[in-house]
């Protein structure tokens, strides 16, 4: 089967760092991705990795290992608007297209 | 500015009664989503258009049914709301299988 694994809580405090790890088990992996999901509000793309290594993106970096069936999200610098549920998404081929496999989210809250 | 576009941002209907929600999008995606998710869930893909061609999910029921007229716009038809259809139910579009951009979201309350 198709599973994604995420924690499903986090704290923080404003201005540290904060990793959010993502495990995944998944037959036709083509690419993982992360989002950023206000309350009530839809999500929003942060990033993509297809190859191993970090990708960096201002405060946000996301990782890959694809022998390992993991990733991260790397937020640095925290602030309060950080707070938000953060969601791993594994794209797999299906068929003749691809779709996208969702984590249940981390609900990060980001403490003054 | 580009974006996609759902309307109405709150719905409320009864049981039974039919509801169309619909999307719009100026990004001129090719390919357009239709996702269902509950509270502290993740979306749930319900069925997607890759181009004209309809990719229903195996487990959406017949309940849900999806139209897309031209490019830029696609409408959600759930022909007989349960109490269990509600939820928010997000439109998202991509060029082809690269990231998807979602729109603000249909909240549904089934009464």
């Known amino acids: 089967g198709q599973n994604i694994d995420q924690p499903t809580e986090m704290t923080a405090t404003e201005g540290a760092i904060v990793q959010i790890n993502c495990t995944y088990q998944t037959s036709g992996f083509n690419g993982l991705f992360w989002y950023q999901q206000h309350a009530g509000e839809a999500p929003t793309f942060l990033s993509y990795n297809v190859l191993d290594g970090l990708e960096e993106k201002g405060r946000f970096s996301s990782f890959l290992s694809r022998s390992k069936g993991y990733s991260y999200l790397l937020l640095k610098e925290l602030q309060m608007k950080d707070s938000a549920s953060y969601l791993c998404?594994?794209?797999?081929?299906?068929?003749?297209?691809?779709?996208?496999?969702w984590g249940l989210g981390t609900s990060l809250a980001v403490n003054p | 500015d580009a974006m996609v576009i759902q309307n109405p941002r709150y719905q409320v209907t009864q049981f039974g009664k039919p509801v169309t929600l619909s999307c719009s999008q100026t990004l001129n995606h090719n390919v357009m989503y239709w996702y269902q998710q509950k509270s502290s869930q993740a979306p749930k893909l319900l069925f997607h258009y890759y181009d004209k061609d309809f990719n229903n999910e195996a487990d959406t029921p017949d309940n849900f049914q999806s139209r897309r007229p031209n490019t830029s716009f696609c409408f959600l038809d759930i022909r007989s709301p349960g109490l269990g259809d509600a939820a928010m139910y997000l439109c998202?579009?991509?060029?082809?299988?690269?990231?998807?951009?979602f729109g603000p979201g249909t909240r549904l309350t089934v009464l």
């Open positions: 998202a579009t991509s060029r082809g299988v690269s990231e998807q951009f």
């Open positions: 998404a594994a794209r797999i081929n299906a068929g003749n297209n691809r779709k996208l496999i």
